[in-house]
């Protein structure tokens, strides 16, 4: 069984989202980011149940849903180590903004 780790991106980007919500109602943003993180949980004993991030098409970036959100991540070693890596809203353009932000390109 693996360990889940959120990288500095991925936090910022859930800060980002809390930040964003909470404008307009502050309990909803803390249970819609509560619920997300802990929709990760299951990564630590089930890493590969995710599905391959498709845009991407690298088998070591895997994808997780919440609501309208896409949590990529990674599988590290052979502990099958998880690496939260990003929370980005389903409407974005993936490829673009991923390979972007992690200098995939």
């Known amino acids: 069984m693996g360990q889940l780790r959120w990288t500095e991106k991925a936090s910022k980007n859930l800060q980002a989202l809390f930040d964003y919500i909470s404008k307009d109602f502050w309990v909803y943003a803390a249970r819609y980011v509560k619920a997300l993180i802990n929709s990760t949980t299951k990564l630590e004993k089930m890493p590969r149940c995710g599905r391959t991030v498709p ?39 993936m490829k673009g903004t991923f390979q972007e932000e992690w200098e995939l390109v």
């Open 55 to 93: 845009e991407l098409d690298d088998p070591r970036f895997r994808e997780v849903l919440y609501g309208n959100h896409r949590i990529v991540y990674r599988i590290i070693g052979a502990d099958d180590n998880i690496e939260i890596l990003a929370v980005i809203h389903g409407a974005r353009e």
